[in-house]
């Protein structure tokens, strides 16, 4: 089972915006989803995006159009871009992966959106 990390988050401006990392620590290749969700103050855990191999994706429908969910499995490495960004986008976002009867998540990482 791969440790994940998430890095990119940080405090933005509305409009602007933030490409966030989730790096793995062994080979994501086996792992056929990689998805990025987010938790907001006070609210449950949603999924925001997410990509299966093959490259299908699904985006939550406040964030399509703005926001870009990728993989690199040479790089070991999932991606989440974020444009447009908006206050109602905060949240700490998580990094997910899943192979066969394998289930990983990242410690999360802090997205502020504010003037």
């Known amino acids: 089972q791969v440790q994940l990390v998430e890095s990119g988050g940080g405090l933005v401006q509305p409009g602007g915006s933030l490409r966030l990392s989730c790096v793995a620590s062994g080979s994501i290749a086996r792992y056929y989803y990689m998805g990025w969700y987010r938790q907001a103050p006070g609210k449950q855990r949603e999924l925001v995006a997410a990509?299966?191999?093959?490259?299908?994706?699904n985006y939550a429908d406040s964030v399509k159009g703005r926001f870009t969910v990728s993989r690199d499995n040479a790089k070991n490495t999932g991606y989440l871009q974020m444009n447009s960004l908006k206050p109602e986008d905060t949240a700490v976002y998580y990094c997910?992966?899943?192979?066969?009867?394998?289930?990983?998540w990242g410690q999360g990482t802090q997205v502020t959106v504010s003037s």
């Open positions: 997910n992966a899943r192979a066969v009867g394998i289930v990983s």
């Open positions: 990509i299966i191999s093959g490259g299908s994706a």
